[in-house]
């Protein structure tokens, strides 16, 4: 069973910066369409970010320019870089696994537990 634990989340201050990970035993990260979303209490869930598995990546309008998304081959893991961050970030991080292609994908068949950010301003 495929398996994707998070871990990094916590509470910052606005203007600060996070790191979120995701890593598996279960399956190369490397060779999937890997997806940061978050969910905040009462609104929907919203896709962060997502990266490919030849490295191309994508962002939402409401975090490009502050957000990261990367992978790392040693450690089998994806990260979130997570800066200048503002209230509005708040919310249960999500990452996502589908071995199919990134391109308009809406629907992912991994999901992790996710992992708590807070900001406060």
């Known amino acids: 069973q495929v398996q994707l634990v998070e871990s990094g989340g916590g509470s910052v201050q606005a203007g600060g910066s996070l790191r979120l990970s995701c890593s598996s035993s279960?399956?190369?990260?490397?060779?999937?369409?890997m997806a940061w979303f978050r969910q905040a209490p009462g609104k929907e869930r919203e896709g962060v970010a997502t990266i490919a598995w030849d490295g191309r990546t994508r962002y939402a309008d409401s975090v490009k320019g502050r957000f990261t998304i990367s992978k790392d081959k040693a450690n089998n893991a994806t990260y979130l870089q997570m800066d200048s961050l503002t209230a509005d970030d708040s919310a249960m991080y999500l990452c996502?696994?589908?071995?199919?292609?990134?391109?308009?994908?809406?629907?992912?068949?991994?999901w992790g537990r996710g992992t708590q950010v807070t900001v406060s301003s």
């Open positions: 279960t399956f190369i990260i490397r060779q999937y369409c």
């Open positions: 996502a696994a589908d071995g199919g292609s990134c391109i308009g994908r809406e629907t992912f068949d991994y």
